[in-house]
């Protein structure tokens, strides 16, 4: 919706909308747009803070700070994400009792898997806590039932381990295949691993494929795949190599 003179608008504007305006506009939104104005506050002050576009919305992180917290008072749950990931990583002493459980509340109210990741995160390295793999358990679990390919493989990895959860070697290969088809390379190299080392499910053939697509996605080195070929050539061969025969000689008569 245009911006006309000041009168109230109660078109909701989405967040792409609000992404490309100016500072002036969003400042506009924000005086004249309840309906927008936190979510204006938030993209405003994202802005502000990461410097994304600094023609249109100038770098300033201690104005942007401030409309995030109000935002956060408002109960903006967008603001609420971003504030307590910019504590993580810049807080000089964060308050990690508050920080957990604000991310109680967005995991909860939010339905954040980045939220749930992180809470999972925070259990396995509380490793002297007890239940700590459990819990972290629960939280990938619940970020594995979002769809996350993070949450997804590492439920891939727990199930393969046994770690927080009963081992499953079939749970685990389906978590690592579901998530290695959402795009995580990760996924393929922990099946390699399965197929390669897992008495129950040792396959030379399925180990190469996936620790191929590894390899083409940068998640480790030709070097392995190569001496895995080698180790396994008697298995790998005949599916993997294709015998040529030679290009006939133009110089010889047939």
Not at 163 to 188: C, I, P
Not at 209 to 220: D, I, Y
Not at 239 to 248: D, N, S, T, Y
């Amino acid at each position: 919706a245009p911006f006309c003179n000041k009168e109230m608008v109660e078109t909701v504007r989405t967040l792409d909308e609000l992404e490309v305006m100016t500072e002036s506009q969003l400042e506009q939104v924000i005086e004249r747009e309840p309906v927008n104005a936190d979510n204006a506050r938030y993209t405003l002050g994202r802005l502000q803070v990461e410097g994304t576009f600094p023609e249109s919305v100038p770098r300033n992180e201690k104005k942007g700070i401030n409309w995030i917290k109000t935002a956060v008072k408002n109960g903006n749950m967008l603001a609420t994400e971003f504030k307590v990931y910019y504590d993580i990583r810049f807080a000089r002493s964060p308050d990690l009792k508050k920080i957990e459980e604000t991310l109680h509340f967005i995991a909860e109210k939010g339905h954040s898997a980045r939220a749930f990741n992180t809470l999972a995160e925070f259990a396995h390295a509380q490793n002297k806590k007890e239940g700590f793999k459990e819990e972290a358990a629960k939280y990938y679990n619940k970020s594995a039932e979002m769809g996350c390919l993070i949450g997804t493989h590492w439920m891939g990895v727990f199930y393969q381990e046994g770690f927080g959860v009963s081992k499953n070697l079939d749970k685990a290969v389906e978590m690592l295949r579901r998530a290695a088809k959402l795009g995580n390379a990760q996924s393929d190299f922990q099946l390699f691993l399965l197929y390669s080392r897992e008495e129950e499910k040792k396959n030379a053939a399925l180990a190469y494929k996936h620790l191929a697509r590894a390899v083409s996605m940068g998640v480790t080195f030709f070097d392995q795949m190569h001496e895995y070929f080698k180790d396994n050539y008697d298995a790998l061969a005949e599916q993997f190599l294709k015998v040529r025969k030679p290009e006939a000689d133009p110089t010889k008569e047939v």
